[in-house]
T-cell receptor
Framework: EPEVTQTPSHQVTQMGQEVILRCVPI?????FYWYRQILGQKVEFLVS????????KSEIFDDQFSVERPDGSNFTLKIRSTKLEDSAMYFC????????????FGPGTRLTVL | GQNIDQPTEMTATEGAIVQINCTYQ??????LFWYQQHAGEAPTFLSY????GLEEKGRFSSFLSRSKGYSYLLLKELQMKDSASYLC??????????????FGKGTKLSVKP
């Protein structure tokens, strides 16, 4: 069964460093998303991406965040200068041509900022 | 804006039935999702309701009342592996956006033997 994959599973970084979180969505999906979940808190929407551009972003997704689809398979989230409060689980998700039904989530990347 | 409320925790016994409620307030409505999330894992899709009524899928059923802004997830014949958080979610309703989900805080269900 096709699945969303994410790398790395864990990332530890120093405050102020740049990190890139990688995702490979399901191959025939057209809509891509990033969510984050701070430990013990709810899943929060960050950004959605369609047709090679951002379609929506939340207030969390400020100028230190960016997304890119550098090729036909990868979808990345870059955090330019990490802060302690960026420590969270980051989930990538994708959905099919209709885009408004089931979203398939990847296993997540646990980011720890020291 | 969007607001979603669901109980924080529930406990039930193996083999029993449990109902997890969710109330929501949204500026528009584009369906309601239920996801299951085991500790340390990603959310996995359980159900999507856009019309009023009950949708049954094996041991899990989901109900929606749009006029009341209310949904519930019904789990029958509970098994130990059903111990997880159950997340109620609604899509944002911006123009042509597709399904950016706003999640509730989740209901942590503990199934006891």
């Amino acid at each position: 069964e096709p699945e969303v994959t994410q790398t790395p599973s864990h990332q530890v970084t120093q405050m102020g460093q740049e990190v890139i979180l990688r995702c490979v969505p399901i191959s025939n999906h057209l809509y891509f998303y990033w969510y984050r979940q701070i430990l013990g808190q709810k899943v929060e929407f960050l950004v959605s991406f369609y047709n090679n551009e951002i379609s929506e972003k939340s207030e969390i997704f400020d100028d230190q965040f960016s997304v890119e689809r550098p090729d036909g398979s990868n979808f990345t989230l870059k955090i330019r200068s990490t802060k302690l409060e960026d420590s969270a689980m980051y989930f990538c998700a994708s959905s099919g041509p209709e885009g408004d039904n089931e979203q398939f989530f990847g296993p997540g990347t646990r980011l720890t900022v020291l | 804006g969007q607001n979603i409320d669901q109980p924080t925790e529930m406990t039930a016994t193996e083999g029993a039935i449990v109902q997890i409620n969710c109330t929501y307030q949204t500026s528009g409505f584009n369906g309601l999702f239920w996801y299951q999330q085991h500790a340390g894992e990603a959310p996995t899709f359980l159900s999507y309701n856009v019309l009023d009524g009950l949708e049954e899928k094996g041991r899990f059923s989901s109900f929606l009342s749009r006029s009341k802004g209310y949904s519930y997830l019904l789990l029958k014949e509970l098994q130990m592996k059903d111990s997880a958080s159950y997340l109620c979610a609604v899509p944002l309703n911006y123009g042509g956006s597709q399904g950016n989900l706003i999640f509730g805080k989740g209901t942590k269900l503990s199934v006891k033997p």
